[in-house]
């Protein structure tokens, strides 16, 4: 079973549908991102799909500090979903008419332009998904307490699931507009074999803060050149000023550029949190990690010649 933030509409749901390893599984609709991290990690589901990132809006703070700092679950795959919102609301419903928006907060984020422009003076309520924005509006027509002045925001898929109208087609404020999601499973689960362009993604947490810290970790990175796809720093929770780094980088646990890297830094920091290594989502070249990958091999063995004639202590 996959659990993903429902109910049935959401942009998760669909990222669900297409994630890697869900194939033949039970789909299984969970009402907060807490309750999808919660249910893999007592086992009532096997993996679980939660979004991480957004283009507009940038990092889901609660899914990622789940796997940063509450949860010990492994990221096995990735799913790039392109965001399209839309105003839904009940049949007849015309814009200048609503006065109240319902949605998830970073779907109402993705569309303050809009809202802005067109909706200036309009309430925004949150809700926990953008599926549940559409069915707390459908059900309120149904029951006949619903404000003729409310919509939500949310996607074509649920104003068709649960009975309203498309009012305001594609109200994102950026065409380009995409969220990704990573499934999560437990550390029994094992690390996804390399697939050759993968991503690996970790936590360095500081020995201490001073002068040249990120530079050291991040010249690990550079003097194998491994290509840096996000570096995001999150507040410790252990003290005002106190962060820990998060980086997600090209490249499996399984190269040997790699594990060189996550060695030195594990030596050099007090602690590093390993996340995952998993296929990349897109169509990217593994040659640059190949190419970095060869060139330690060969650094690697013209070391060992050369020590291998380092001469034993006199006596011996």
């Keep these: 079973m996959v659990g993903y933030l429902g109910p049935e509409g959401t942009f998760s749901h669909e990222a669900a549908v297409s994630s890697p390893g869900s194939s033949g599984l ?29 283009s507009i809006e940038g990092t889901v703070s609660i899914a990622l500090d789940q796997l940063v700092f509450e949860r010990d679950l492994l990221i096995v795959g990735e799913v ?35 809202l802005t422009a067109n909706l200036p003076d309009v309430e925004e309520v949150a809700a926990t998904s953008t599926a549940e924005a559409v069915r707390q509006v459908a059900a309120a027509v149904r029951d006949g307490t619903a404000d003729a002045n409310t919509a939500a925001i949310g996607t074509s898929l649920a104003a068709e699931l649960y009975g309203l109208e498309v009012v305001a087609p594609r109200i994102e ?20 074999a390399p697939t050759g362009h993968d991503k690996t993604s970790v936590v360095c947490f500081q020995s201490s803060d001073h ?13 194998r050149d491994l290509n840096l796809v996000k570096l995001e720093s999150r507040p410790t929770k252990q003290g005002l000023g106190d962060y820990c780094f998060i980086i997600d980088f090209e490249g499996h646990i399984a190269d040997e550029v790699v594990a060189d890297t996550l060695r030195d830094l594990h030596a050099g920091l007090r602690e590093l949190k390993f996340l995952g290594s998993y296929p990349a989502a897109g169509e990217h070249g ?26 034993p202590p006199p006596g011996r």
């Design 26 to 54: 039970e789909l299984v609709a969970l009402a907060t991102i807490h309750d999808v991290v919660m249910a893999v990690e007592n086992g009532d589901v096997q993996r679980g799909l939660v979004p991480i990132e957004n």
């Design 173 to 192: 404020d950026h065409l380009d507009n995409a969220t990704r999601f990573v499934l999560v499973a437990p550390h029994q689960t094992g690390i996804p």
């Design 211 to 223: 002068p040249g810290s990120l530079h050291g970790i991040l010249g690990q990175f550079s003097a």
């Design 80 to 114: 790039v979903l392109p965001v399209t919102q839309n105003l839904l609301a009940p049949p007849g419903t015309s814009v200048k008419e609503i006065k109240r928006v319902v949605s998830f907060p970073h779907a109402t984020g993705q569309c303050r332009s809009w």
């Design 286 to 311: 593994p040659a640059k990690r190949q190419r970095a990958d060869t060139a330690w091999r060969a650094a690697d063995r013209w070391v060992h010649d050369v020590r291998s004639r380092v001469l």
